[in-house]
């Protein structure tokens, strides 16, 4: 069984702090990917990034950055400089190898205030 | 860029009637899921399907759902006697390119809000 927790169920900031939301996962595959997936209040899921199980370099892309840390099954990830617009929820997710399931976190909900 | 459509984007329906919503997943894809979020909820899983047949499935996924992929581009979902805690968006997503590597990722249509009255 795999499962995904985001303790955090709602964090709000003011523009231009910065933020982490948490993950921490727990699987028995030794095999998997990890991701995160913002969901606007429009409610598409809008895929931010995927991180498979052999790679733990950190990765940062302009504002976000995602710390995977295997010792301790996390996956956190943070906004650097908020903005209004990064107001939306955020799911962690991981699949196993073979595909067939990806299981969410409960999602933590981000409000930032101009 | 392919992507996964969803049709209806909402349907309002009334209790014990079915319904149908559509997905026409990513062309080349192995895989495809149905996935619903309750509103304010969590993305849950319901089931994934692959070979003509379902691969997985989740303790929602009951008697009253069936999944159907009637030709080579549509994939259905049917719950056969709608229940107000039916109300939900349904996500459809697709994976597993059949001509290059698997790197994992779901992608998601935009999803089909079902309202149950």
């Known amino acids: 069984a795999q499962k995904v927790t985001q303790a955090q169920t709602e964090i709000s900031v003011v523009e231009k702090e910065d933020v982490t939301l948490d993950c921490v996962y727990e699987?028995?595959?030794?095999?998997?990917?990890l991701f995160w997936y913002k969901q606007p209040p429009s409610g598409e899921l809008v895929f931010l990034i995927r991180?498979?199980?052999?790679?733990?370099q950190n990765e940062i892309s302009g504002r976000y950055s995602w710390n995977f840390q295997k010792s301790t099954s996390s996956f956190n990830f943070t906004i650097t400089a908020s903005q209004v617009v990064d107001s939306a929820v955020y799911f962690c997710?991981?699949?196993?190898?073979?595909?067939?399931?990806?299981?969410f976190g409960g999602g933590t909900r981000l409000m930032v205030k101009p | 860029e392919p992507e996964v459509t969803q049709t209806p984007s909402h349907q309002v329906t009334q209790m014990g009637q079915e319904v149908i919503l559509r997905c026409v997943p990513i062309s080349n894809h192995l895989y495809f899921y149905w996935y619903r979020q309750i509103l304010g909820q969590k993305v849950e899983f319901l089931v994934s399907?692959?070979?003509?047949?379902?691969?997985?499935k989740s303790e929602i996924f009951d008697d009253q759902f069936s999944v159907e992929r009637p030709d080579g581009s549509n994939f259905t979902l049917k719950i056969r006697s709608t229940k107000l805690e039916d109300s939900a968006m349904y996500f459809c997503?697709?994976?597993?390119?059949?001509?290059?590597?698997?790197?994992?990722?779901?992608?998601f249509g935009e999803g089909s809000r079902l309202t149950v009255l």
């Open positions: 991180r498979n199980s052999f790679d733990e």
């Open positions: 699987t028995r595959d030794t095999t998997y990917y």
């Open positions: 997503a697709s994976s597993v390119p059949s001509d290059r590597m698997n790197t994992g990722e779901l992608f």
């Open positions: 997710a991981l699949i196993n190898n073979a595909g067939n399931m990806l299981t």
């Open positions: 399907f692959y070979n003509n047949e379902i691969s997985e």
